[in-house]
């Protein structure tokens, strides 16, 4: 057979369905690596960068850990609310509060590390994943907290976010990077999903008639901020994958292993400069062009409308389909179990799509109808829940666990920012 007929072969093969978020793959692979540990087969560094994988972090706390389960654009549904009540009630063994994170994941806490396999079995069952939410991985991939019903967007963000998170799942390159990668798409220039500090950051644009994205890449904060370049002016929606491959390549073959602290994207801008790192790009990308490519779905673009920024928004919005999104405020991120079941009814009641999960550690009620929209915000404020009438006319604090759960934690910065 010709290269070009392979070629073609291969092409036809490729399906484009997504890889499922959960998989029972993921309970068996989990249980026998636990009872490698246990039995003394595996040692505690071999099974330290196994459970990370997994979503699994020690706490501050001996004998604990804390869970991160993946929410692919912040996108959760009324079941899911359900299932993350139920798991929370059964696994944490205070008896605390679920957590929204600024990478829109939720976050159990005091699971005994007996339990986890029991737990990641749970997440299974409910649909759900804490695979790859930790470790050297593609991480959650973000998107604006409104796509998909935001009047300004061309294209919903947390649709590209949720396809490119569960194409990479499970994939062997990148069980095993050099460091996290981190990953975020924006439907419109307004730039919600923050693209200046991700490794890889999408803001779906119009250009010359036509519609796609602009690439940036290679930012992040920690102790060595750095706000991402431009690595593209437009690219075509099938090319995204590849974009996303390119990148990933050039870390795994450049990127530092020795020292963790210096292993980012960023730093290989910094070790080689703009135009270089852009040149290692090019070549990469052009390179992994010429193979067969996995088939794309096109995207549902529409027209933006004119509306205000949806920077930070509060209270009730107006989505582009004539219904209505309700951003409430949970104090730091923070819900019990028994508020998480209260919501799933509430929103049940009323009609909802569901939740998103914001990087403020807010949630946004989408798909109500305008009749639905008082009960709603009422049903959301007798749960415990802030809904603002006006801009910051509530308190909204982001705070991480602190030294509350966190092994590195130096403050209690939940605490200070209740207060």
């Not at 904060?221 to 593209?232: E, L, V, Y």
Request: charged residues 25%; proline residues 5%.
């Amino acid at each position: 057979m010709s290269a070009t007929s392979t070629a073609q072969a291969l092409s036809r093969d490729w399906s484009t369905k997504a890889e499922p978020l959960a998989n029972s793959s993921d309970v068996s692979e989990y249980s026998e690596a636990y009872a490698n540990f246990v039995s003394g087969a595996w040692d505690d560094e071999r099974w330290t960068a196994f459970r990370l994988r997994f979503g699994i972090y020690g706490q501050l706390q001996p004998g604990v850990q804390m869970v991160r389960v993946k929410v692919p654009g912040g996108i959760s549904s009324i079941d899911e609310l359900r299932a993350m009540a139920r798991i929370n009630r059964e696994f944490n063994r205070v008896g605390g509060e679920i957590h929204v994170t600024t990478r829109q994941d939720y976050q159990l806490y005091h699971v005994p590390l007996e339990r986890t396999p029991d737990l990641v079995s749970a997440l299974q069952d409910a649909g759900m994943t804490s695979r790859e939410a930790c470790g050297n991985t593609l991480r959650n991939m973000n998107s604006c907290h409104l796509a998909g019903v935001c009047p300004r967007e061309h294209v919903d963000a947390g649709e590209v976010a949720s396809r490119l998170s569960r194409s990479w799942l499970r994939q062997p390159l990148v069980q095993h990077m050099p460091r996290k990668f981190k990953i975020s798409v924006s439907g419109c220039a307004t730039d919600c999903a923050a693209s200046g500090i991700h490794d890889l950051g999408l803001i779906a644009v119009e250009k010359d008639g036509k519609q796609g994205f602009e690439v940036h890449g290679a930012g992040g904060t920690g102790g060595q901020p750095i706000s991402a370049i431009k690595i593209m002016d437009f690219a075509e929606e099938a090319e995204i994958p590849t974009i996303l491959e390119t990148l990933i390549r050039l870390h795994q073959r450049y990127s530092n292993r020795v020292n963790r602290n210096a292993a980012r994207i960023k730093f290989l801008v910094k070790r080689f400069g703009e135009d270089k790192f852009r040149a290692l790009f090019d070549e990469e990308y052009a390179r992994l062009r010429a193979l067969p490519q996995r088939p794309w779905e096109a995207l549902d673009w529409r027209t933006p409308q004119d509306a205000p920024e949806p920077m930070t928004p509060g209270g009730v919005i107006d989505q582009y389909d004539g219904k209505s999104a309700v951003v409430f405020c949970p104090p730091l991120g923070l819900l019990t179990s028994d508020q998480t079941d209260a919501l799933a009814e509430l929103l049940e009641k009323h009609g909802a799509d569901g939740v998103r999960l914001t990087r403020e550690q807010n949630m946004v009620v989408t798909g109500l109808d305008a009749g639905d929209v008082a009960a709603v915000v009422s049903g959301l404020r007798e749960i415990g829940f802030p809904v603002e009438e006006t801009p910051g006319d509530i308190s909204d604090v982001v705070s991480c666990p602190g030294t509350t759960t966190c092994r590195i934690g130096i403050t209690n910065s939940q605490s200070f920012g209740l207060e």
